[in-house]
């Protein structure tokens, strides 16, 4: 009875050694009441299905979500009409307010995120404020030629900017998931622009240079294939 009895303690005790061992995600938002009435976060997949991953009730501008996590994977976290992306990972996740933007920081992967959206969107607000540079500057009576020598030259620099940090950013995430994430959204940005799937120059070089395993990747083999397939339809 008793080597049973010390049978069924190891056998509890290496259930919870494995419990313990599991990788887990935590989640908490704050401060978000001051600008979204959403009642629930959710977490979706960015896949076509759109599956939800987890949600949660927001109280008080207040949420918490967690769990076991089977795999490191971007998903999008939705409030309301704002959609942001979180990489779910083992840790501490934050999601706060940052200037009138949503702030996700605490763990490797969200960190670097934030850091590249946050100059992305600088650059993009530059390139926003172009057509109200055009309109100062002809009330200020610049001729036309002067208009599209200056902004166009500083379009071209800030869409090579852009490009430049997209492409480093892929390049320096292609051993995780975010150089994934990200080279597939600009391949679907791609696809938008021109109505079906296709790629780009900067798409087939980011393609060329990666490593195997991230050719082989499901989604990205997924998208490829249907590249081809558009282009053997022509």
């Not at 949660?56 to 967690?66: R, W």
Request: hydrophobic share 35%; proline share 4%; aromatic share 8%.
């Amino acid at each position: 009875m008793k080597r049973i009895t010390n049978i069924c303690i190891l056998c509890t005790l290496f259930l919870l050694t494995i419990t313990s061992c599991t990788d887990k995600y935590s989640i908490s938002g704050s401060a978000l009441q001051t600008l979204y009435s959403a009642k629930v976060a959710y977490l979706r997949s960015p896949d076509g299905d759109k599956a939800t991953v987890d949600s949660c009730e927001i109280v008080h501008g207040n949420f918490k979500m967690n769990g076991p996590l089977d795999s490191v994977q971007c998903v999008n976290l939705i409030l309301g009409d704002v959609i942001t992306p979180v990489v779910l990972e083992q840790g501490n996740i934050k999601v706060s307010m940052a200037n009138a933007m949503i702030k996700v920081e605490g763990t490797p992967l969200n960190d670097r995120l934030f850091s590249f959206l946050v100059s992305r969107d600088s650059l993009t607000m530059m390139l926003m404020e172009i057509p109200n540079k055009d309109a100062h500057m002809r009330l200020e009576g610049y001729s036309e030629y002067d208009i599209a020598t200056q902004l166009g030259d500083e379009e071209a620099s800030l869409r090579s900017q852009m490009e430049n940090l997209e492409t480093a950013f892929v390049v320096d995430n292609f051993d995780n998931v975010l150089g994934i994430t990200w080279f597939l959204n600009m391949c679907y940005e791609e696809s938008n622009r021109y109505g079906y799937p296709t790629t780009s120059p900067k798409i087939e070089e980011l393609y060329s240079r990666a490593p195997e395993d991230f050719r082989n990747n499901p989604k990205v083999v997924e998208f490829m294939n249907m590249v081809n397939g558009q282009g053997e339809e022509k």
